[in-house]
Every structure is written in structure tokens, then in C-alpha cells.
């Protein structure tokens, strides 16, 4: 446990960074001054630290106030050629040990990381020569004996292996879709064709991931060059989908594709086969750094918040024989990985495509993105096959709408019209399974469902007791042989469609109001019902200073101790306050009965603001992790279906009988898994609908400290994953990925 005191050794460190994410900066500093060690900014990258002086500056508390809804980086990113030869190095070398710093974190991609990495290899060697040369003393050199580094990848590429994702990439993404629904509206409005080409030189996940989001009829990436003849393919599918009535065409290309002959493939070559070859009204869009640019989203604040926290872990806990690590995102969890080996794999990625090894390219992407590759594919048919399985396959959409239900439909849709099943929408969820309300839904009848929000089909909060004898005679009459069924409770158990709702968003808008006039505390209270994950991960995205929620009990002392440090707070410099109430949190302690608490206790102080947001946090169009979460979902329950309905198929009869014959798709840690629903029944707090236990609770002492309370900081998932460090300190990067599959095992 660590507690909040000045440690006896008094650590200092730098954050430096380089392309990154303020709040990634921001918990360095505030865990950094937490732990009693001094934290230092580095202004413009690697060139600040070779120039040192007022580049190399104290960092406080409130140095970091107000940073998490700006995007780029506040302190400054520089390209810095001084730093590449070993003068420049010595020059930061000796900038650091004048100041006393011996811990460096980095956030940057991986060029950045590997300079990090080679400057703490040489560390010892630019000791000696400064010594030689004078400009340090032997005491000196012996306080610092050896530099720890931990990075953080700041990319919006996502190029970056041993992470599922890098800082900056989702917020990138929501810029491409923010761009992509824009221009849906006109291309459709005027039969048109719309060519997109977005970032990603060496990487296509920026353009893959966005292809999924939006169902794009093509995608270039660099990883897999399309196959000699592609020009014709293209053009075909083109043809064939404007035969079909549709008006919307969109292509997607990486600024890096390149055809198999290593020729790039760019927007405007495209254009002119297109034009040319089908005579279609055309257009190009380069995004270019705009993509770089905007509010970080909800998801990149709370990743760089827990990469940050993590970062200042791995320092303090460090010594001369730990590795140089990378912090990284692995499902749910903040690890840490041996930088060496991660940025060798990222290099091998290169060499791959560069011999023309595009499976093996795909492979060393990860999981995540091979997974996306195989999708896209699947979904990327010219016309649906013409063989039949003869299974009827329903699909309904239950409980609240939420963001994303569209886009699973569509892919469970298409992907069972593939498998050569015959293809049922039940609309008004069990309400309309029970009347009867089915009618057989085909490919184009699901186009452009990916950037939908709501539910298309409809749904109703119907619990289907109410109608189970009329569902079974619903499902006898249209011989239904399988539900997909999207919705309800327990599909909270992990990772929800519609995780990241308009709370995130609007907090921030609060705080930047509040910011520009008197000291003021906003008190919002979120949806959720008994379930705190909205409250949380808003509260973690927005730097609220307290959020009540159903899971985490407080009383009446912990309102008065939140209420007093909010008053000692707003003493200070600080001009605003954010207090975050899940809707259900207690029945007795009401957002109003908050909202007075605090507009009593902080009178002379503060005034109070209350904003109840409701179902605004349902509406809106999906964000890229909703479509591209729910068109994998969609496909994978529609696949698993299928090899189901093959093992029980008998004699022209199924035979569901057996307990995983009803399970429940979720993503547990690096997975999309199947569980079934009587395995379910233990773990779920079925009154409450929530489930019993939850692995975002464990970031709740995160937005305390961030905040600055006084609290301890469990580090026992941080002790595990040193367990994990040191088995893979000295293991060669081809086998790196294929040991993260033994860890998970050992970790289940």
C-alpha cells in the first residue's frame, strides 16, 4: 500500500512529453506529488532536455488544473536531431543529474521510446565522460548511478505492438467519424462516391477500424496490399451497390497503402479508376492533421490517466536491474511490458511487409486488429451466397436503447444471411416477439445501420415472463431455430454497448464554464441505475472531485469530509468543482439533498449549479467503439450460433437441451467470450441488476487521489504484473505475443 507522504529517498522524475495526451501528464504529476517524490516538465520534448534550463521546470499540483479536456500536449512536443548523436545525449545526461533525476517517463511513439531506451543503455558510458570531461563530480555520478525509464505510447496510429491501444488513437477515431457521418449526408444526397484517406503510413488501423465503423464498400491498409485485378473488383462492387438503390459509396484509404507491386495507392488514383472505369460522380477528402487535433475523447482520458497512475508505479518501484517497461492496455487492465522487446515486434511488423509476409503482418498486429481484418472481410461481400442452411435466425433488441444496437444487428444480419441462414427481425423487442411482429430482414435492408444510434428494430423494457406462453407459440409458428438477443441487464457485466455517453462529454463543457466565472460546483447526476460504471468512468474522464454511486456505500461523514475539502480546495486557486451522483446511488441522499448539502456548507465559498442529465445520455450517433465493439459482437454470436445449431441438429429437429445451449457474449479482459446464462445467475445481483463483482471499482482510488485525497493506493495488481515483467525481462520478441496467451491463461 502506498500512503501519502514524503518518501525518505525523495524521488524525483521528469515527464516528458512527447506527442501524447494531457492526461497522461497530468496523473504523472498529481500520483508523482502524491507518493512525495518532486516531478519535473520537460518542455519541448527530447530538445528541452538537451537544452535544459527553463525547459526543465517544477511541476505542481496546479500546474496540471484544467488540462484534461485540451487536446495535443501542454508542455510541448519538439523533433529534436541533437538528441540523436551522442553529444546531444550528454547534454541531457547532465541536465538530469545537476537536478538530481534519475527517473525518466516518456510518452511518445516508438521512435521516441527506443531514443529512451538507448539513452538509458549508454547512461553509465555519458556518466564517465562527464566525469572526464569535468563537468560532473564522483559524487555525483554515483547519486546517478542508473536512469529508470517507463514510456507511455502516445500514437494515434495504434502502431504500436504490446498494447491494445496507444493514447490519441480513439480521439482520432472520432474525428474520421465525426468527418464520415458528415459527409454520408451529402454523398447520399447526391448519388455520390466518397473517397477518405486518413492517417496511417506504416499502420492501417486508424483506416480498418474506421471501414468496420462505417461500413465502407473498400479499405486500402498497408498490411494487406488488395490482390492483383483489384481495380475491376473495386469497380464491380461499386456497380453492383448503386444497382441495388444504394446512393452511398465510401472508400477508405490509408496514406500509406500501397498496391503488391509496392506501388502507393493514393485517394486521387482511386478517383480517377472510379471515373473513369464507371463514370460516378467522385470526390476525395484528405483529413490530414486534423485527425490530431479536437477534445480528447472520454476513452483517451481514462487510459491516460491509468497509464499515468501506472507509470509513476513501475518508477517507484524500479531498480537498477529492472528492464526498461512500456505501459500498455491489455483488455481491461494497465500492464507493463519490456519496451525493448515490444518496440522489436513493432519493428518486425515492418520487415514483414516490407518482404511481402502480409499474413504474418496482419498476425503481428495482435488479435485485436487480426480480428478486425477478418471481420471487415466477412461483412465485405459483393452478393450475399446463394446456398441455404434452412435455419431461421431472429433477432430482437430488449431494454433501453443504447448506442451501437444498430451496427450488431447489421453485422449479425449479414453475417447469418452468409452463413446462409434465413434472416428475422423481431421489432419491439419481447413485446413484439410475443405478438408476432417478425418480418424477414435482408442485406441492403440493413445498409448503413452502422452510424444509427437508438435501436431500429425498436425495444421495450418487457420482461418476457410477462408473454412466455405467447413467445413460444411465436416462435413454433415461425419455426425459429435461435434468438440473438441484444440488450437487458447482464450485458453490463464487462464492457456495454453505449459505455461512453454524453457524461463525458458534457462534464467537461461544465468545467470550462465554471473555469471562466466565479468559483462554482456543478452537481450532475448520471443514468445507470444501481450500476456506478457512468458515474465512474465520467468522473475518472472529467476530474470530478467525488462521485456517488450504489457499489461504493458512503454516509453522512463521507459528505461532510467531501464537502470540507472541496471548500479547503476552492480556497486556493481552484475555480470549479465537479460532484458526479449515480441516479441510484441511495435512496435518501437525492441529487437534490446533495445539491443543498453543498450550497449550505459553501456559502462565502462557492455557488452550486444541478444538472440532471437523463436520457440525452442515451441519444446521439454511436462513437467508433460502440460500431466497431458491436459489429464484431454481432458477428461472433451469429458464427457461434451457427456451429451450435450444427451440433444439435438431428434428424431435421434441434436439440437445445444442454446449459451452454444460452449464453451471454461479453468481453472479459482480452476476449469476446461465451458464458452461460446459469453460470451468470451466481455472479448477478439480479435486484439490483448489476453484477456482483466489477473490475472498474479498482479505479475508484484513482479519481480520489487525482483529486487529492488522502487515501492509500492498493498496489497488489501492480506487484502481480512485476511477477509478469520478469518472465518475459528476457524473452526474444518473436515469442512475446505468443507468451501474452500463456499469461492470460495463468492469470484465469
Same mark, same amino acid.
Given at each position: 500500500?502506498?500512503?501519502?507522504? $514524503?518518501?525518505?529517498?525523495?524521488?524525483?522524475?521528469?515527464?516528458?512529453? !512527447?506527442?501524447?495526451?494531457?492526461?497522461?501528464?497530468?496523473?504523472?504529476?498529481?500520483?508523482?506529488?502524491?507518493?512525495?517524490? *518532486?516531478?519535473?516538465?520537460?518542455?519541448?520534448?527530447?530538445?528541452?532536455?538537451?537544452?535544459?534550463?527553463?525547459?526543465?521546470?517544477?511541476?505542481?499540483?496546479?500546474?496540471?488544473?484544467?488540462?484534461?479536456?485540451?487536446?495535443?500536449?501542454? %508542455?510541448?512536443?519538439? #523533433?529534436?536531431?541533437?538528441?540523436?548523436?551522442?553529444?546531444?545525449?550528454?547534454?541531457?545526461?547532465?541536465?538530469?543529474?545537476?537536478?538530481?533525476?534519475?527517473?525518466?517517463?516518456?510518452?511518445?511513439?516508438?521512435?521516441?521510446?527506443?531514443?529512451?531506451?538507448?539513452?538509458?543503455?549508454?547512461?553509465?558510458?555519458?556518466?564517465?565522460?562527464?566525469?572526464?570531461?569535468?563537468?560532473?563530480?564522483? =559524487?555525483?555520478?554515483?547519486?546517478?548511478?542508473?536512469?529508470?525509464?517507463?514510456?507511455?505510447?502516445?500514437?494515434?496510429?495504434?502502431?504500436?505492438?504490446?498494447?491494445?491501444?496507444?493514447?490519441?488513437?480513439?480521439?482520432?477515431?472520432?474525428?474520421?467519424?465525426?468527418?464520415?457521418?458528415?459527409?454520408?449526408?451529402?454523398?447520399?444526397?447526391? @448519388?455520390?462516391?466518397?473517397?477518405?484517406?486518413?492517417?496511417?503510413?506504416?499502420?492501417?488501423?486508424?483506416?480498418?477500424?474506421?471501414?468496420?465503423?462505417?461500413?465502407?464498400?473498400?479499405?486500402?491498409?498497408?498490411?494487406?496490399?488488395?490482390?492483383?485485378?483489384?481495380?475491376?473488383?473495386?469497380?464491380?462492387?461499386?456497380?453492383?451497390?448503386?444497382?441495388?438503390?444504394?446512393?452511398?459509396?465510401?472508400?477508405? $484509404?490509408?496514406?500509406?497503402?500501397?498496391?503488391?507491386?509496392?506501388?502507393?495507392?493514393?485517394?486521387?488514383?482511386?478517383?480517377?479508376?472510379?471515373?473513369?472505369?464507371?463514370?460516378?460522380?467522385?470526390?476525395?477528402?484528405?483529413?490530414?492533421?486534423?485527425?490530431?487535433?479536437?477534445?480528447?475523447?472520454?476513452? =483517451?482520458?481514462?487510459?491516460?490517466?491509468?497509464?499515468?497512475?501506472?507509470?509513476?508505479?513501475?518508477?517507484?518501484?524500479?531498480?537498477?536491474? +529492472?528492464?526498461?517497461?512500456?505501459?500498455? !492496455?491489455?483488455?481491461?487492465?494497465?500492464?507493463?511490458?519490456?519496451?525493448?522487446?515490444?518496440?522489436?515486434?513493432?519493428?518486425?511488423?515492418?520487415?514483414?511487409?516490407?518482404?511481402?509476409?502480409?499474413?504474418?503482418?496482419?498476425?503481428?498486429?495482435?488479435?485485436?486488429?487480426?480480428?478486425?481484418?477478418?471481420?471487415?472481410?466477412?461483412?465485405?461481400?459483393? &452478393?450475399?451466397?446463394?446456398?441455404?442452411?434452412?435455419?431461421?435466425?431472429?433477432?430482437?433488441?430488449?431494454?433501453?436503447?443504447?448506442?451501437?444496437? &444498430?451496427?450488431?444487428?447489421?453485422?449479425?444480419?449479414?453475417?447469418?444471411? %452468409?452463413?446462409?441462414?434465413?434472416?428475422?427481425?423481431?421489432? =419491439?423487442?419481447?413485446?413484439?416477439?410475443?405478438?408476432?411482429?417478425?418480418?424477414?430482414?435482408?442485406?441492403?435492408?440493413?445498409?448503413?445501420?452502422?452510424?444509427?444510434?437508438?435501436?431500429?428494430?425498436?425495444?421495450?423494457?418487457?420482461?418476457?415472463?410477462?408473454?412466455?406462453?405467447?413467445?413460444?407459440?411465436?416462435?413454433?409458428?415461425?419455426?425459429?431455430?435461435?434468438?440473438?438477443?441484444?440488450?437487458?441487464?447482464?450485458?453490463?457485466?464487462?464492457?456495454?454497448?453505449?459505455?461512453?455517453?454524453?457524461?463525458?462529454?458534457?462534464?467537461?463543457?461544465?468545467?470550462?464554464?465554471?473555469?471562466?466565472?466565479?468559483?462554482?460546483?456543478?452537481?450532475?447526476?448520471?443514468?445507470?441505475?444501481?450500476?456506478?460504471?457512468?458515474?465512474?468512468?465520467?468522473?475518472?474522464?472529467?476530474?470530478?472531485?467525488?462521485?456517488? %454511486?450504489?457499489?461504493?456505500?458512503?454516509?453522512?461523514?463521507?459528505?461532510?469530509? &467531501?464537502?470540507?475539502?472541496?471548500?479547503?480546495?476552492?480556497?486556493?486557486?481552484?475555480?470549479?468543482?465537479?460532484?458526479?451522483?449515480?441516479?441510484?446511488?441511495?435512496?435518501?441522499? +437525492?441529487?437534490?439533498?446533495?445539491?443543498?448539502?453543498?450550497?449550505?456548507?459553501?456559502?462565502?465559498?462557492?455557488?452550486?449549479?444541478?444538472?440532471?442529465?437523463?436520457?440525452?445520455?442515451?441519444?446521439?450517433?454511436? +462513437?467508433?467503439?460502440?460500431?466497431?465493439?458491436?459489429?464484431?459482437?454481432?458477428?461472433?454470436?451469429?458464427?457461434?450460433?451457427?456451429?451450435?445449431?450444427?451440433? $444439435?441438429?438431428?434428424?431435421?429437429?434441434?436439440?437445445?437441451? +444442454?446449459?451452454?445451449?444460452?449464453?451471454?457474449?461479453?468481453?472479459?479482459?482480452?476476449?469476446?467470450?461465451?458464458?452461460?446464462?446459469?453460470?451468470?445467475?451466481? @455472479?448477478? =445481483?439480479?435486484?439490483? #441488476?448489476?453484477? *456482483?463483482?466489477?473490475?472498474?471499482?479498482?479505479?475508484?482510488?484513482?479519481?480520489?487521489?487525482?483529486?487529492?485525497?488522502?487515501?492509500?493506493?492498493?498496489?497488489?495488481?501492480?506487484?502481480?504484473?512485476?511477477?509478469?515483467?520478469?518472465?518475459?525481462?528476457?524473452?526474444?520478441?518473436?515469442?512475446? *505475443?505468443?507468451?501474452?496467451?500463456?499469461?492470460?491463461?495463468?492469470?484465469?
Amino acid at each position: 500500500m502506498y500512503e501519502p507522504s $514524503v518518501s525518505p529517498v525523495n524521488p524525483m522524475f521528469v515527464c516528458l512529453c !512527447l506527442s501524447g495526451m494531457n492526461a497522461a501528464v497530468r496523473a504523472t504529476v498529481r500520483v508523482g506529488l502524491y507518493t512525495g517524490a *518532486k516531478v519535473y516538465f520537460v518542455h519541448e520534448g527530447y530538445q528541452g532536455l538537451v537544452d535544459g534550463g527553463e525547459n526543465i521546470k517544477l511541476a505542481t499540483w496546479e500546474s496540471v488544473s484544467m488540462m484534461l479536456q485540451l487536446g495535443g500536449t501542454v %508542455i510541448g512536443s519538439a #523533433r529534436c536531431m541533437d538528441f540523436r548523436a551522442r553529444e546531444g545525449r550528454m547534454k541531457a545526461a547532465l541536465n538530469l543529474v545537476k537536478l538530481g533525476i534519475t527517473n525518466l517517463c516518456v510518452i511518445g511513439g516508438d521512435g521516441s521510446l527506443t531514443g529512451a531506451n538507448q539513452f538509458r543503455t549508454e547512461w553509465s558510458t555519458l556518466l564517465v565522460d562527464l566525469v572526464k570531461a569535468g563537468k560532473i563530480s564522483d =559524487d555525483e555520478a554515483k547519486t546517478s548511478s542508473h536512469l529508470n525509464i517507463v514510456g507511455m505510447v502516445g500514437s494515434i496510429d495504434n502502431d504500436f505492438c504490446g498494447t491494445d491501444m496507444t493514447i490519441g488513437t480513439d480521439s482520432a477515431l472520432h474525428r474520421i467519424i465525426e468527418v464520415v457521418d458528415a459527409i454520408t449526408t451529402t454523398a447520399q444526397s447526391h @448519388q455520390r462516391t466518397f473517397i477518405l484517406e486518413v492517417m496511417g503510413r506504416h499502420c492501417g488501423y486508424l483506416a480498418l477500424v474506421t471501414a468496420l465503423a462505417c461500413g465502407a464498400d473498400w479499405v486500402f491498409i498497408p498490411e494487406m496490399p488488395p490482390d492483383e485485378g483489384w481495380e475491376g473488383h473495386l469497380c464491380r462492387r461499386l456497380a453492383d451497390q448503386r444497382a441495388r438503390g444504394c446512393r452511398l459509396n465510401v472508400i477508405i $484509404v490509408a496514406e500509406g497503402a500501397m498496391g503488391r507491386d509496392g506501388k502507393p495507392i493514393g485517394s486521387e488514383d482511386i478517383k480517377k479508376l472510379v471515373e473513369k472505369n464507371l463514370g460516378f460522380d467522385t470526390r476525395t477528402t484528405v483529413l490530414g492533421h486534423v485527425q490530431r487535433g479536437g477534445t480528447p475523447s472520454a476513452f =483517451d482520458r481514462i487510459l491516460g490517466s491509468r497509464m499515468g497512475v501506472e507509470a509513476v508505479m513501475a518508477l517507484l518501484e524500479a531498480t537498477p536491474e +529492472t528492464p526498461a517497461c512500456v505501459v500498455s !492496455l491489455s483488455g481491461n487492465q494497465a500492464v507493463r511490458l519490456p519496451l525493448i522487446e515490444c518496440v522489436q515486434v513493432t519493428k518486425d511488423v515492418t520487415t514483414a511487409m516490407a518482404e511481402n509476409r502480409w499474413e504474418d503482418a496482419i498476425k503481428l498486429r495482435g488479435k485485436s486488429f487480426e480480428n478486425n481484418w477478418n471481420t471487415y472481410k466477412m461483412l465485405a461481400h459483393i &452478393n450475399p451466397p446463394d446456398s441455404k442452411s434452412n435455419i431461421n435466425v431472429a433477432i430482437v433488441n430488449v431494454g433501453a436503447p443504447c448506442a451501437g444496437m &444498430n451496427a450488431a444487428v447489421r453485422s449479425a444480419v449479414r453475417i447469418g444471411i %452468409i452463413q446462409g441462414h434465413n434472416m428475422l427481425a423481431v421489432y =419491439d423487442g419481447f413485446e413484439g416477439l410475443a405478438h408476432g411482429n417478425i418480418k424477414p430482414i435482408t442485406w441492403t435492408g440493413v445498409s448503413g445501420w452502422t452510424g444509427k444510434g437508438g435501436s431500429e428494430l425498436g425495444t421495450k423494457r418487457v420482461l418476457p415472463s410477462k408473454y412466455i406462453e405467447e413467445i413460444s407459440l411465436t416462435i413454433a409458428k415461425f419455426n425459429i431455430h435461435s434468438l440473438v438477443i441484444i440488450g437487458g441487464t447482464i450485458i453490463h457485466q464487462q464492457y456495454p454497448l453505449g459505455q461512453y455517453c454524453n457524461t463525458s462529454t458534457i462534464s467537461p463543457r461544465i468545467k470550462q464554464s465554471a473555469a471562466g466565472t466565479k468559483r462554482r460546483v456543478f452537481i450532475i447526476e448520471t443514468m445507470g441505475g444501481y450500476c456506478g460504471y457512468l458515474a465512474t468512468m465520467a468522473g475518472l474522464a472529467a476530474g470530478a472531485d467525488a462521485a456517488y %454511486i450504489y457499489e461504493d456505500k458512503f454516509g453522512i461523514r463521507d459528505l461532510e469530509m &467531501n464537502v470540507e475539502h472541496l471548500v479547503q480546495k476552492m480556497k486556493t486557486d481552484v475555480k470549479r468543482g465537479l460532484i458526479l451522483r449515480n441516479e441510484n446511488c441511495n435512496a435518501n441522499y +437525492t441529487t437534490d439533498f446533495i445539491f443543498a448539502l453543498y450550497s449550505e456548507e459553501g456559502k462565502g465559498v462557492f455557488d452550486c449549479r444541478k444538472n440532471i442529465l437523463g436520457h440525452m445520455q442515451q441519444g446521439g450517433t454511436p +462513437t467508433p467503439f460502440d460500431r466497431n465493439f458491436g459489429t464484431k459482437m454481432g458477428s461472433k454470436a451469429v458464427l457461434w450460433l451457427t456451429d451450435k445449431l450444427k451440433e $444439435v441438429y438431428r434428424h431435421g429437429r434441434i436439440f437445445a437441451n +444442454t446449459p451452454d445451449s444460452a449464453c451471454v457474449l461479453g468481453m472479459r479482459k482480452r476476449a469476446l467470450t461465451f458464458q452461460p446464462l446459469a453460470e451468470l445467475i451466481e @455472479q448477478t =445481483d439480479f435486484e439490483h #441488476r448489476i453484477p *456482483k463483482t466489477s473490475w472498474w471499482l479498482k479505479l475508484r482510488p484513482i479519481m480520489k487521489i487525482l483529486a487529492k485525497y488522502n487515501i492509500s493506493l492498493d498496489t497488489s495488481e501492480h506487484a502481480h504484473m512485476e511477477h509478469v515483467i520478469k518472465k518475459r525481462v528476457s524473452m526474444p520478441a518473436p515469442l512475446m *505475443k505468443k507468451h501474452e496467451e500463456e499469461v492470460e491463461e495463468e492469470e484465469e
